[in-house]
């Protein structure tokens, strides 16, 4: 039976929605308890869990949450102080964007590196395994392992990395690297000095790639990203939220090159469902992606819905408005 007011989050390290939902717990001060998904606590995690995802959050009334981004919403409208949307409608709008973006396009940032090399399938196949069967022996964790690894790989068409993709995804990664480290260098959070939902949303991501040996080498380069990294851990307010005067010299660039592609591409997909496709290819800055269109992607429609949503309720801003043309954003999201 769980603490009066204590929330139980069922996820894994190398979950980067799990992550980001317990660094958000942390930030607000959250009475909650951190419980690895194993064979443990399995049957504990079912009764709260809807799809076999996680994270999945028990809450002190015993029912259960899923899905990172509403759990977020929900517990920011629950726990407003300290909040972590940024003061105006066009900052707070920007920083959803960002974590959407975080969410479906920084995870193919780390999924693809993860499950692509075999020094980083196995890394991750075992760091796996010693946390859903602590109990077991090695050769039953090699075992597990190897069936792990052996899945995951043949899994990686799902987010759309495939021999076409690889070089547009790769070269996002590095991008999308210079980009943060320019913005984070002397500044403590994507929004200034306290952490937005931008900041739990790409930073779930770049964290759980940072615990893969390929991209550690190249985010031990960057040491402001390494730095936020750290901090988001287990973050703290150290100062307010910032201007977009401030912020837009080496934001603005993140949406105009990174988030924009994110856009077209979740568009693409949009209506490759909607209209029943099997397969997708759309024009990336002159770059052909092109891939299949699975039971996930219809996750992304449903986001990119929701977001689009988002956009309308603060369509008239002029400031977020001027934003989004410069940057290109607009036209897949009005």
Same mark, same amino acid.
């Given at each position: 039976?769980?603490?009066?007011?204590?929330?139980?989050?069922?996820?894994?390290?190398?979950?980067?929605?799990?992550?980001?939902?317990?660094?958000?717990?942390?930030?607000?001060?959250?009475?909650?308890?951190?419980?690895?998904?194993?064979?443990?606590?399995?049957?504990?995690?079912?009764?709260?869990?809807?799809?076999?995802?996680?994270?999945?959050?028990?809450?002190?009334?015993?029912?259960?949450?899923?899905?990172?981004?509403?759990?977020?919403?929900?517990?920011?409208?629950?726990?407003?102080?300290?909040?972590?949307?940024?003061?105006?409608?066009?900052?707070?709008?920007?920083?959803?964007?960002?974590?959407?973006?975080?969410?479906?396009?920084?995870?193919?940032?780390?999924?693809?590196?993860?499950?692509?090399?075999?020094?980083?399938?196995?890394?991750?196949?075992?760091?796996?395994?010693?946390?859903?069967?602590?109990?077991?022996?090695?050769?039953?964790?090699?075992?597990?392992?190897?069936?792990?690894?052996?899945?995951?790989?043949?899994?990686?068409?799902?987010?759309?990395?495939?021999? *076409?993709? +690889?070089?547009? %995804?790769?070269?996002?990664? !590095?991008? #999308?690297?210079?980009?943060?480290?320019?913005? $984070?260098? /002397?500044?403590?959070?994507?929004?200034?000095?306290?952490?937005?939902?931008?900041?739990?949303?790409?930073?779930?991501?770049?964290?759980?790639?940072?615990?893969?040996?390929?991209?550690?080498?190249?985010?031990?380069?960057?040491?402001?990203?390494?730095?936020?990294?750290?901090?988001?851990?287990?973050?703290?307010?150290?100062?307010?939220?910032?201007?977009?005067?401030?912020?837009?010299?080496?934001?603005?660039?993140?949406?105009?090159?990174?988030?924009?592609?994110?856009? *077209?591409? +979740?568009?693409? %997909?949009?209506?490759?469902? !909607?209209? #029943?496709?099997?397969?997708?290819?759309?024009? $990336?800055? /002159?770059?052909?992606?092109?891939?299949?269109?699975?039971?996930?992607?219809?996750?992304?429609?449903?986001?990119?819905?929701?977001?689009?949503?988002?956009?309308?309720?603060?369509?008239?801003?002029?400031?977020?408005?001027?934003?989004?043309?410069?940057?290109?954003?607009?036209?897949?999201?009005?």
């Amino acid at each position: 039976m769980a603490n009066q007011g204590t929330y139980r989050i069922f996820g894994a390290e190398l979950s980067p929605y799990s992550v980001k939902t317990r660094s958000y717990y942390r930030y607000k001060g959250i009475p909650h308890e951190w419980i690895p998904r194993s064979a443990d606590s399995m049957a504990e995690y079912q009764k709260y869990a809807r799809l076999p995802i996680i994270p999945a959050v028990a809450t002190p009334e015993d029912e259960g949450l899923q899905d990172s981004t509403p759990i977020l919403e929900a517990m920011e409208a629950k726990f407003p102080d300290p909040t972590t949307h940024p003061p105006t409608p066009a900052l707070k709008f920007l920083s959803e964007l960002l974590e959407e973006f975080g969410d479906e396009w920084g995870n193919k940032w780390m999924f693809h590196y993860r499950w692509k090399e075999e020094a980083d399938q196995r890394s991750a196949a075992e760091r796996l395994v010693a946390t859903m069967m602590p109990n077991a022996s090695d050769a039953e964790r090699a075992t597990m392992a190897d069936q792990i690894r052996e899945r995951m790989v043949g899994r990686v068409g799902v987010v759309g990395s495939n021999e *076409a993709t +690889a070089p547009i %995804i790769e070269a996002s990664f !590095a991008n #999308g690297l210079d980009l943060l480290e320019k913005h $984070l260098t /002397g500044r403590a959070y994507l929004f200034g000095g306290r952490p937005s939902f931008a900041d739990f949303g790409l930073w779930g991501q770049v964290y759980n790639a940072w615990t893969d040996p390929t991209c550690k080498k190249a985010i031990d380069g960057k040491p402001a990203v390494r730095a936020w990294i750290d901090r988001m851990l287990d973050p703290k307010a150290e100062g307010d939220f910032e201007s977009w005067d401030t912020l837009a010299p080496t934001l603005e660039p993140l949406l105009q090159q990174e988030v924009r592609i994110f856009l *077209a591409w +979740a568009s693409a %997909i949009a209506d490759a469902i !909607a209209s #029943g496709a099997a397969n997708v290819t759309v024009d $990336l800055d /002159g770059k052909s992606w092109s891939q299949t269109v699975g039971g996930p992607q219809k996750y992304h429609a449903k986001s990119l819905k929701e977001i689009r949503r988002k956009y309308g309720e603060v369509r008239d801003d002029p400031e977020l408005r001027a934003v989004l043309e410069r940057s290109g954003c607009l036209p897949h999201l009005a």
